[in-house]
């Protein structure tokens, strides 16, 4: 049996377009996210996933605007952070967390999605420690 020409043509492109898919998939499957440095040295027009720390003290909720504002760092550098996302009770100063959004000007970036990273070890609260109490009333949406 002998294939047309058009034929193997067209089962070229077909594997062509697979081929293609499936690096599109990869390429999006692939997540991963940058500091506040890495941020600041190279801005990013568009959405984007940033690491950092809750720097302590600066972690304020804004009741009649809804807007959680806080600064996250790496260490070197500082970026000031709005969001109308409430986080889990485990959002507090100096939390490990990975933003999704997008910057809103230089040092300045806004968040849709605010992830807490935690060790996969669970260790109960010490005695005497609580969550805190603004963070346990937006959670249970008394605030």
Same mark, same amino acid.
């Given at each position: 049996?002998?294939?047309?020409? !058009? ?7 077909v ?8 690096? +599109?998939v990869?390429t999006? &499957?692939?997540?991963y @996210?940058?500091t506040?440095?890495?941020? &600041? !040295?190279?801005p =990013? *027009?568009?959405?984007v996933?940033? @690491?950092?720390i809750?720097v #302590?003290g %600066?972690? /304020? @909720?804004d009741r !009649? %605007?809804?807007? +959680? /504002?806080?600064?996250? %760092?790496d260490? $070197?550098?500082?970026? &000031? =952070?709005?969001s109308?996302?409430?986080?889990t &009770?485990?959002?507090r *100063? #100096? =939390?490990?967390?990975? +933003?999704v959004?997008?910057s809103?000007?230089p040092g300045a970036? %806004?968040a *849709?999605?605010v992830l807490?990273?935690?060790s996969a070890?669970? $260790?109960?609260?010490?005695?005497g ?7 346990? $009333? $937006?959670i249970? #949406?008394g605030?």
């Open positions: 049996m002998r294939l047309r020409p !058009a034929t193997i043509i067209g089962l070229g492109l594997l062509a377009a697979l081929v293609a898919l499936g690096g +599109l990869a999006n &499957a692939v997540v @996210y940058v506040p440095t890495e941020l &600041a !040295a190279k =990013v *027009d568009g959405p996933r940033l @690491y950092g809750v #302590g %600066s972690v /304020s @909720y !009649a %605007s809804g807007v +959680l /504002s806080f600064r996250l %760092s260490g $070197q550098t500082t970026e &000031a =952070v709005t109308r996302f409430l986080p &009770a485990l959002f *100063d #100096g =939390v490990g967390v990975v +933003l959004g997008r809103t000007a970036f %806004s *849709d999605e807490i990273k935690h070890v669970y $260790q109960p609260l010490k005695p420690e609580t969550i805190p109490p603004d963070i346990l $009333q $937006q249970r #949406g605030g």
